[in-house]
């Protein structure tokens, strides 16, 4: 955002701040029901606890359970401890359903209990219905407010029924159209209720053929298909291709980011985690990035294996030394270029696992192209500079670019066929990143390395 | 997706061909005008020209300018040259604003030229406003189709504007509100108009408050106000406030995917591309990889030019030699770790420049920890395997975990500390991933390394 003008959300906050401070509560307040719920959120997220309860309370009751859904878990926490049983019932029936699952996910247990039995015992059944679908699959995700129309019904009456019920569906963009059965059949969005005729039949004017996923699907399959779709609701069905939820646009855009965010941390070594990096504790994220790096520390010790077996033919020519992080930071560089590339066009769908044919052989032609105007590069420098200050000699200049060619090779080649053949085995190609690639490519550079040397210069 | 049972695209895909084999073309077509645009694109994409361009020719033509904009430039650039001149200006009259400027930037000067001279003069004038919008920004993604509402007007004459011009307008889910001057004053989403009464008045139901963009701003703006307000519709306004576009969320999904794409590329040391891997050639993938990796290459030097001075001290201690790898290998995964989650965390804004002392504060801790483990775990390991096997002495393995601490501790605040500076300096803080932080760390601890093993063994 441009840091030279105060953006549209800068300038609510001071607006809310200075009300604030002059304890202008009731412009205040009128204020507060005319902005995005998110911004009244991350407005009370500014204040200390007594003034956030006094602000939070003074607003009207539905906008207050749209701001309690955007606050941050230990925010949440503690307004819940100063409410009464009764004013938390409020705010959970008034909560969409993927909201309050959410909420339950991360509150402490007691915290959760007292949720639960302040609950209708309506409402306390479909939230046990959609706790029990597994972790991150998109029954996990959806929400059970959305609405429903019969495909007999006239847009008179489909108008009608909409008016009726709608208020408690997260999303008034999209109806869904089943039959008695509740399967799903088609689709209208308002837009077409409004273009259409009093007397039209639903079924006359739904679009059919609705992309919807299964409700134990994978909640990345749920974002892949929003945006594949540009979808703004995503219908979720059961076996029996029954309607049961939706998930809305902006859910399948948070899974999107949180996926994303999960694949840059396997490609930095680091285990996945779901708090925001300043929210986490120091031993927290520790216990996340250790085991890796204890991991590629012991398997390092096999490129030091390799350097102690040649060590005693090292003696002779110690100049090979100061070249070998130069040949192994390369061949991470490139192998990690190719991993990345590779993961990421996996992800994104550019690449499919039928494709390591054609990647494998785009890679080496790349590689080539990369190590011959690398090897040349080394070749003049060291020819022109270290030669000059006679460290270095021809073959040793020899040696290294050769070297350097056969290590970009085989590490585009490591590094691109890695993440395939990780994901055919069914694990995620993420953690076939740099850092891996790298402690690989590091050893058979080496042995590339030494066992050049050996033949061009007969240690 | 699962691979056990086809899924939806899959099905299609299968329908489609076995039509097709049988030429039943009829059929097709009606199964074709139900499915949603991107299926009926991909079908497409599958077949050979000639019956590509027999199967578009059959589509209705609202149905084949949706699908058109969803296939790749290649098929799109072979169809229009199929085309006369006048079938050429229905497709593109039919396409929203934003797809038009895309194709534009994709064909060739030729088929520019041509797509100009048969688009209508309204049309042209159009497109080259949007075109003249900088790359990037908020206007070069907008479409200028959108429904515009006066305040001033009833429900019933809202719904009336709407019928007679919603299908020029791209999305039919949210309707802007202007002044006399087209000042963006508010917005009523079809639902809120199918909630009220005939006779009242936009002006009293619609939300004031809209979040919005300026035409200038940048593409991520927009895509993070959208994520940020879960907006299925984005406006975008000039410098005096007036509405001239909006941008719809699937296409602020598209900016927010190639953003992350771009992200990963510099992370990984490569320039960015707008092609997906498959369509990009040989010698371009080369030209964005070999830069970094020959600018990363010479900076290696450094390191080598380190070895070579402690080179003569390092003769009496072969040993050490075989731990460098090891060494610097710790150094890069743990600076890597470091500097991509802060790259993460600035990204989607966890991070801001100002939490700097923050990070750098918890970083340390973490890395002493980390650290301080690493450095216990080689030592045992030293003492234990190496020792035993004679290769290492007590005051080597101490060296080494001694080194080991402090390149940890020093590559995690390398790490975390460049991308933020960087970006203070107002440059993108994702260059300063692994490749970058390795090459300095590789030279820090290697100095580290040394010093440490000049004081302990007096070399």
């Not at 902005?35 to 309370?57: S, T």
């Not at 809305?248 to 965010?261: K, L, N, P, W």
Request: glycine residues 6%; charged residues 25%.
């Amino acid at each position: 955002m441009p840091d030279t003008e105060k953006n549209y959300q800068e300038k609510i906050y001071d607006d809310f701040l200075s009300l604030l401070e002059q304890k202008q509560y009731g412009p205040l307040i009128r204020m507060a029901q005319q902005q995005h719920p998110i911004d009244i959120a991350a407005c009370l997220e500014l204040l200390d606890d007594d003034r956030r309860v006094a602000v939070f309370r003074m607003l009207q009751k539905d906008c207050a359970a749209e701001v309690f859904a955007e606050l941050d878990s230990d925010v949440q926490e503690m307004l819940i401890s100063t409410m009464t049983d009764r004013e938390l019932s409020g705010i959970i029936e008034e909560l969409f359903s993927d909201d309050a699952v959410t909420l339950l996910q991360e509150m402490p247990a007691n915290v959760v209990k007292r949720i639960m039995r302040s609950a209708k015992s309506e409402t306390r059944k479909e939230l046990n219905r959609l706790l029990d679908y597994p972790e991150d699959s998109a029954g996990s995700v959806m929400t059970g407010e959305f609405l429903e129309l019969h495909k007999n019904m006239t847009r008179a009456e489909a108008v009608a029924h909409i008016r009726k019920t709608g208020d408690n569906a997260e999303t008034v963009y999209v109806a869904y159209v089943t039959d008695a059965q509740r399967h799903l059949e088609g689709s209208v969005t308002l837009g077409d209720l409004l273009f259409a005729e009093d007397q039209d039949v639903i079924e006359n004017f739904m679009s059919r053929g609705v992309p919807c996923v299964m409700t134990h699907d994978d909640r990345e399959t749920v974002s892949l298909t929003v945006s594949k779709y540009d979808l703004v609701v995503l219908p979720v069905v059961d076996k029996e291709n029954r309607l049961v939820g939706v998930v809305t646009f902006d859910d399948a855009m948070d899974v999107m980011e949180e996926e994303v965010t999960e694949d840059i941390e396997k490609m930095a070594a680091i285990l996945p985690s779901d708090k925001p990096y300043l929210k986490d504790s120091v031993f927290e994220i520790f216990r996340r990035r250790i085991p890796w790096l204890l991991v590629l520390m012991l398997s390092a010790t096999v490129t030091g294996a390799i350097i102690t077996h040649y060590e005693t033919a090292l003696g002779g020519w110690v100049i090979l030394t100061a070249f070998m992080p130069m040949i192994m930071g390369t061949g991470g560089n490139a192998g990690g270029q190719s991993s990345m590339t590779v993961i990421r066009s996996l992800s994104v769908g550019d690449i499919e696992l039928r494709d390591a044919g054609r990647v494998l052989w785009k890679e080496t032609r790349v590689a080539l192209l990369c190590g011959i105007i690398m090897g040349i590069a080394t070749f003049v420098k060291v020819f022109l500079i270290d030669l000059h200050m006679n460290v270095a000699s021809l073959p040793v200049a020899a040696v290294i670019s050769l070297t350097l060619v056969v290590t970009v090779v085989m590490a585009k080649i490591v590094g691109s066929m890695l993440p395939i053949a990780v994901k055919r085995i069914g694990l995620d190609p993420a953690v076939m990143a740099s850092p891996f690639v790298t402690t690989i490519v590091d050893a058979l550079s080496l042995v590339v390395y030494f066992e050049i040397a050996s033949a061009l210069l007969g240690v």
